[in-house]
């Protein structure tokens, strides 16, 4: 009954603008809510422009919190992450460093034993060898100081001295102590004498 109803009140549409065209659409429209039993005395309510922004700016600090909370997750995570690294950071190195723990415990107990000084300073001599082969692979080198340039980013001056010859003049002629890097940074900077 309604389909008759329905066929009967659309109108033909034939050479209107557009315009016209949209409107009979929206009568028919009107027309069949209607007689479907549907009510259009409710307007459709259009959104102002301050009640659109009010919305925007709702979803936008709803996804402001979301992702300041993602990020507070984030940091306190790489903080945990960081704490735990610098905890177990060492323990290749240790782990690598108890077989020469060992020696220096085996060489303790030959000079208990030993009368002789020769087999003792080369076992010594040994350990030690063990020792900067092991700190090497792990990227400790020496600074090389003895007759080069000062240089303040690798060099501390303890003292300056009167250089035995015009060519040693500003140069490094004595080293107190022996400079490192690890991976090429200056991890202990080397204490030497200069050539005044």
């Known amino acids: 009954m309604f389909n008759k109803k329905k066929k ?16 009979l659409k929206d009568n028919v429209e009107n027309t069949t809510a209607q007689a479907e039993g549907e009510t259009t005395n ?18 936008l600090n709803d996804k402001y919190l979301r992702l300041f909370a993602e990020f507070d997750n984030f940091k306190r995570r790489t903080q945990k992450e960081r704490v735990e690294l610098l905890q177990t950071a ?24 030993s009368t002789e000084v020769a087999p ?14 092991i700190l090497t692979q792990k ?10 340039p000062f240089d303040t980013d690798l060099h501390e001056a303890i003292t300056q001295i009167p250089s035995p010859t015009q060519e040693q003049k500003g140069k490094v002629i004595d080293e ?8 090429d940074k200056v991890v202990r900077f080397a204490k030497v004498v200069v050539g005044a």
């Open 8 to 23: 009967e009140e659309e109108p033909v549409v034939e050479n209107n603008t557009a315009a016209e065209a949209e409107n």
């Open 42 to 59: 409710e307007p459709v309510v259009e959104l102002s422009v301050e009640e659109k922004l009010q919305q925007q700016v709702a979803e």
């Open 90 to 113: 060492g323990k290749d190195i240790v782990v690598s460093l108890l077989p020469v723990l060992d020696d220096f415990e085996r060489a303790i107990k030959a000079t208990e034993k």
């Open 120 to 133: 003792v300073r080369e076992g010594i001599e040994l350990v030690q060898t063990k020792l900067r082969s």
């Open 139 to 148: 990227g400790l080198k020496e600074i090389e100081s003895i007759n080069t």
């Open 176 to 183: 107190l102590e022996k400079g490192y890097t690890l991976n």
